[in-house]
């Protein structure tokens, strides 16, 4: 096969194992940015299937999984840049955002052209898909506040507090169900999730 047929898309999404999280804070056990994606795309379709079954809703809940899946794929090129960075500013979060836009081009230019389309948009998904993605990603990181705590890590407390009312700030039913019936299990010991 020809250097110029080779195509290094999925070699790129590898190195979200690379990719280290909370960066500014002493974690007990680290998280990389492919354990995070994988939870994130878990707790994404349960969100979607919530909404679908007890709220009426008729969101595609596979189609919600697969971009979460892909949903911080930029931050293979531009790291992950810690929250209160990110969003300290309009101007700050509107800049970064175009960065992860073209950071998201670049990974995407490494795909052949007959397949592109069908992954375009799991890295730019719809309104209603990005907005479960998001509770998602909001509930992944109170996962793992819950998870330090639960060690004897101070560190996270505040994160904690802050991201649970984020979530409920989103005023989500889907949201608000997942955290009245399976937040509360991650606190538990493995004998008690039964």
Request: aromatic share 8%; with cysteine; charged share 30%.
């Amino acid at each position: 096969m020809r250097t110029e047929d080779q195509y290094h898309f999925f070699a790129m999404l590898s190195r979200m194992k690379n990719i280290h999280r909370w960066g500014l804070m002493r974690n007990t056990k680290s998280e990389n940015l492919c354990e995070h994606s994988f939870e994130t795309a878990v707790i994404a379709h349960a969100l979607a299937v919530l909404r679908n079954e007890r709220f009426g809703g008729s969101v595609n809940a596979d189609r919600v999984a697969a971009a979460a899946l892909f949903h911080d794929a930029s931050e293979i090129i531009t790291g992950d840049l810690p929250t209160p960075i990110k969003y300290h500013n309009e101007e700050l979060k509107n800049a970064y955002k175009a960065i992860e836009h073209l950071a998201e081009d670049r990974i995407l230019a490494l795909l052949p052209d007959d397949i592109k389309p069908d992954y375009e948009p799991l890295f730019r998904p719809d309104r209603e898909t990005a907005q479960l993605i998001k509770a998602a990603d909001k509930l992944s990181a109170l996962i793992k506040c819950i998870e330090e705590r639960n060690m004897g890590n101070r560190e996270f407390e505040v994160a904690e507090q802050s991201t649970r009312a984020a979530l409920e700030q989103m005023d989500l039913p889907e949201v608000n169900l997942f955290l009245a019936q399976f937040a509360d299990s991650y606190a538990l010991p493995l004998d008690q999730q039964k």
